[in-house]
């Protein structure tokens, strides 16, 4: 059973930064891509970012030059440093785990970036 959890997020002001952190847990193989997705409302999820254990970041270019993926292999941990928010940021923002055709999610954490 692979399990994630989440923590960050928040309410900031246009311009500012969060940081989200993401801790999976259970039997992960090594290859994987981790990644962060985001919902706003009334919008279908998107991808924002994802980087696999032996790869490049990839990043949404509406994210691009603005959020920082990173990771850490032996902690099985993922984190989105995001900068210069935008009110079109907000939204729910879900950590995912894909290894080999099986995706895991996390919770969610609200993002909101106030104008």
């Known amino acids: 059973q692979v399990q994630l959890v989440e923590s960050g997020g928040g309410l900031v002001q246009a311009g500012g930064s969060l940081r989200l952190s993401c801790a999976a847990s259970g039997s992960i193989f090594s290859l994987n891509v981790m990644g962060w997705y985001r919902q706003a409302p009334g919008k279908q999820r998107e991808l924002v970012a994802s980087i696999a254990s032996r790869g490049r970041p990839n990043y949404a270019d509406s994210v691009k030059g603005r959020f920082t993926i990173s990771r850490d292999n032996a902690k099985n941990t993922v984190n989105l440093q995001m900068n210069s928010l935008k009110p079109e940021d907000t939204a729910v923002y879900y950590c995912?785990?894909?290894?080999?055709?099986?995706?895991?999610w996390g919770q969610g954490t609200q993002v909101t970036v106030s104008s």
């Open positions: 995912n785990l894909w290894i080999t055709g099986q995706n895991y």
